[in-house]
């Protein structure tokens, strides 16, 4: 395991997508929690929604909903996770009906997980406009799916995966390459 990014470094990348997020949407920024929600994808894009609102609120006094989001049923290998997927929870204690949602995710790969994510948002109301927000873009894509926010992005070997930590769940930040 190879660390790439350092807690600090962390901290930064997270600044620089709420700083971006800001610049380009700054009025609705402005009316706060009646127009912004940030929804995170389980586990971890849960705890990088948490932060980029903080940041949002300490640095740009802008306040925002947040939420999160379990997307284990809708996604289509759900079939192949076993017969007893883990489902966790979805807890969005605003209406999206309307409002702009940043929607949060730490590593995107496929795209998969932002279909599946897309379709459990939906169910819940229309959003007046859907804005994708990643931490790690790697290679492999299998769906037309971008960030409109975004970290970095990282290139890996065949066979070595991305691994993002967050303190709140694996006790420390960052971000490693996996063989």
């Not at 920024?29 to 903080?54: F, K, M, N, S």
Request: aromatic share 4%; net charge positive; proline share 3%.
């Amino acid at each position: 395991m190879k660390q790439v990014l350092s807690p600090k470094e962390f901290k930064t990348v997270l600044e620089k997508i709420a700083g971006d997020f800001y610049m380009e949407n700054e009025s609705v920024c402005r009316h706060g929690a009646d127009r912004l929600g940030i929804v995170g994808i389980q586990t971890r894009g849960v705890h990088v929604a948490g932060r980029i609102a903080e940041i949002l609120k300490k640095k740009h006094k802008s306040a925002a909903s947040v939420g999160s989001l379990d997307i284990t049923l809708y996604r289509d290998d759900v079939s192949e996770i076993g017969s007893q997927p883990l489902v966790k929870e979805t807890d969005i204690p605003f209406p999206v009906e309307g409002k702009t949602i940043l929607l949060v995710d730490d590593v995107l790969y496929t795209g998969r997980t932002i279909r599946a994510a897309l379709d459990a948002l939906l169910e819940l109301g229309r959003p007046r406009k859907v804005l994708l927000a990643c931490v790690v873009d790697r290679e492999g894509r299998e769906l037309p799916i971008r960030a409109d926010y975004l970290g970095l992005n990282m290139k890996v070997k065949a066979g070595e995966k991305i691994q993002l930590k967050v303190k709140e769940v694996d006790g420390k930040d960052g971000i490693w390459i996996v063989q």
